[in-house]
């Protein structure tokens, strides 16, 4: 009974020293929004339907990107390009295209599988609203130039080159010394 308060009341001042250790630190807390945000090159945001530098749009209305969405969040409907009303370079183009953010979960198939990368997923995450309906985003807040300034792209060089052969050398080293000696 004495050992089991003795062990009780060790782990406890091992706790609370981690948490005073703790306490005198600087906080990582970002202080959003007032400061930008930093986010790697490849997170996958809010999506963004792009479009060429003569305007038209890049949705040639397929619906693969629709295909590929393993929740089924995309809504494609796609319509008939003619001479007086050309929206995209092909025969067809997007007449529809929402996206109901509530089911999505960020995974990046429609980029993938889209022909033309007309869909991409950008940084931004302040995706948050008061109303359900208000998180199916339609056609035309996709294709609005979306470049918010709470973003940060982080540049963190964390790779390292590999150095190719290095084991291969260290074999032939070895093998090469084990000649020598016989």
Not at 38 to 44: H, I, K, L, S
Not at 110 to 129: K, Q, R
Not at 158 to 173: A, C, D, M, R, T
Request: charged share 25%; hydrophobic share 35%.
């Amino acid at each position: 009974m004495l050992r089991e308060v003795w062990n009780g009341s060790i782990e406890t001042l091992r706790a609370m020293s981690i948490t005073l250790k703790h306490l005198f630190r600087r906080p990582v807390t970002n202080q959003y929004p007032s400061e930008p945000v930093a986010v790697y090159p490849r997170f996958r945001g809010r999506h963004v339907l792009k479009r060429y530098d003569d305007g038209l749009e890049r949705c040639i209305g397929c619906s693969l990107c629709a295909a590929a969405c393993p929740t089924d969040c995309i809504l494609v409907v796609a319509g008939e390009n003619t001479e007086e009303n050309r929206r995209s370079p092909g025969e067809r183009y997007a007449e529809v295209y929402e996206i109901n953010l509530l089911r999505c979960i960020f995974c990046g198939y429609c980029a993938e599988a889209c022909p033309t990368e007309a869909i991409v997923l950008e940084h931004d995450f302040a995706l948050a609203t008061y109303d359900r309906w208000d998180a199916i985003i339609t056609q035309e807040e996709l294709l609005e130039p979306h470049e918010p300034d709470h973003i940060v792209i982080r540049d963190d060089q964390v790779w390292v080159e590999p150095k190719w052969g290095h084991i291969k050398n260290s074999k032939l080293e070895n093998q090469q010394t084990r000649q020598s000696m016989s």
